[in-house]
T-cell receptor, first 116, second 112 residues
Framework: GAGVSQSPSNKVTEKGKDVELRCDPI?????LYWYRQSLGQGLEFLIY????????KSGLPSDRFSAERTGGSVSTLTIQRTQQEDSAVYLC??????????????FGPGTRLTVL | AQKITQTQPGMFVQEKEAVTLDCTYD???????LFWYKQPSSGEMIFLIY??????QNATEGRYSLNFQKARKSANLVISASQLGDSAMYFC?????????FGTGTSLTVIP
């Protein structure tokens, strides 16, 4: 079946603009995760969804960041009033279940965000 | 606190040789999973191998094996017969429950 898809693959925006990043998980996967990866760095956890609810929002860096998931499928990550420090690759991952240690995450190709 | 440590920022290996990438972890949860991911220059994270904390045997997937030493809290990745296409960043991750914790990664370069 199809893997995790993300759009757009690249986004260049001006400081102060809002951006919306989209993630389409693997069909049937109930859990969805967002991460941020700055250049040459590891993965920074942002938020995860179990179905349509987000039990853990602790990783969102500021109130400019928000995310939603509808229909237990597609998720959007919105960054308002973008800043240059928001420039990074935003990775989405999905997994079949939550709560189990063996539940493997599968990643999308990422969205490279550049804020000028 | 949950923690994953990869102490090797960069590694080099000769083509066709084996290489070990180190990973140590810290968790108080008795049940957890350990994962390795590969990230080539294209940027996509590729799942390589999984080891459960209760698994008695080390996991293997083709040329990848996970050297799991529970008492030492280490989960090293061994790549046998390295190929040029193995050049990439490698991330170790741990999942005790709902969240994944990632290490900072090791950059592997395979030399022809």
């Amino acid at each position: 079946g199809a893997g995790v898809s993300q759009s757009p693959s690249n986004k260049v925006t001006e400081k102060g603009k809002d951006v919306e990043l989209r993630c389409d998980p693997i069909s049937g996967h109930t859990a969805l995760y967002w991460y941020r990866q700055s250049l040459g760095q590891g993965l920074e956890f942002l938020i995860y969804f179990q179905g349509n609810s987000a039990p853990d929002k602790s990783g969102l860096p500021s109130d400019r960041f928000s995310a939603e998931r509808t229909g237990g499928s597609v998720s959007t990550l919105t960054i308002q009033r973008t800043q240059q420090e928001d420039s990074a690759v935003y990775l989405c991952a999905s997994s079949f279940l939550t709560g189990g240690p063996s539940d493997t995450q599968y990643f999308g190709p990422g969205t490279r965000l550049t804020v000028l | 606190a949950q923690k994953i440590t990869q102490t090797q920022p960069g590694m080099f290996v000769q083509e066709k040789e084996a290489v070990t990438l180190d990973c140590t972890y810290d968790t108080s949860d008795p049940s957890y999973g350990l994962f390795w991911y590969k990230q080539p220059s294209s940027g996509e994270m590729i799942f390589l191998i999984y080891q459960g904390s209760y698994d008695q045997q080390n996991a293997t997937e083709g040329r990848y094996s996970l050297n799991f030493q529970k008492a030492r809290k280490s989960a090293n990745l061994v790549i046998s017969a390295s190929q040029l296409g193995d050049s990439a960043m490698y991330f170790c991750a741990m999942r005790p429950y709902n969240q994944f914790y990632f290490g900072t990664g090791t950059s592997l370069t395979v030399i022809p």
